[in-house]
């Protein structure tokens, strides 16, 4: 079974400030961890993904992720907001098996990213 | 790519009308996913499907949900009778192997009154 729990639904951050969003997961294999963004009446883009090559992963607008089994974490960061960034943001664990299937995503309920001017 | 495609993009409906939410995955992609997005419950896996052929129907919620795909570039979820409580924003994904990046559609938002 495959879980994953986003710590904070809502996280406000100024302009400029540094971006912390957390993720923990439970999965009985060796997963596969995904971010992805949401803006506004659209649909989920990913931001980045881990598949067990390099465990620091840089995904697009400035963002990154760092895979810590020891913690069971997959925190998104970026280093200085910008206005755009406000969105909802969706870590997500998909389980890796060699035998069998295992195809599904579920996602973790989601933080709403507020940036302030 | 053109992405994955979904119409209508919103859909307004009576209590027991019958809905039909449409999905065009990108070509080539194997594997098609149909969630729900609701504020109580977030994202949840619906159906999907591999080579056409659903792999996993746990999470339709009730005999009223049906979903197909008659072939490798359409798929449809059906709602019939529809209910109030079925009001949600229904999404499309899909990928090339299953297990690693699904790529979203737009969403389909539902209100039935």
């Known amino acids: 079974a495959q879980s994953v729990t986003q710590l904070g639904s809502h996280v406000s951050v100024s302009e400029g400030a540094l971006v912390l969003l957390r993720c923990n997961y439970s999965?009985?294999?060796?997963?596969?961890l995904f971010w992805y963004v949401q803006y506004p009446n659209q649909g989920l883009q990913l931001l980045l993904k881990y598949t067990s090559a390099a465990t620091l992963v840089k995904g697009i607008n400035g963002f990154e992720a760092e895979f810590k089994k020891s913690e069971t974490s997959f925190h998104l960061t970026k280093p200085s907001a910008h206005m755009s960034d406000a969105a909802e943001y969706f870590c997500a664990v998909s389980g890796r098996e060699l035998r069998g299937s295992n195809y599904k995503l579920t996602f973790g309920k989601g933080t709403l990213l507020t940036v302030n001017p | 790519d053109a992405g994955v495609i979904q119409s209508p993009r919103h859909e307004v409906t009576e209590m027991g009308q019958e809905v039909t939410l449409r999905c065009k995955p990108i070509s080539g992609h194997d594997y098609l996913f149909w969630y729900r997005q609701t504020m109580m419950r977030g994202l949840e896996l619906l159906i999907y499907f591999n080579n056409n052929v659903p792999i996993d129907d746990s999470g339709m919620p009730e005999d009223r949900f049906s979903a197909k795909m008659p072939n490798a570039s359409f798929s449809t979820l059906k709602i019939q009778p529809s209910e109030p409580r079925d009001s949600a924003v229904y999404f499309c994904a899909s990928s090339l192997v299953g297990r690693e990046t699904q790529y979203f559609g737009p969403g389909t938002r539902l209100l039935v009154l």
């Open positions: 999965s009985s294999v060796p997963p596969y």
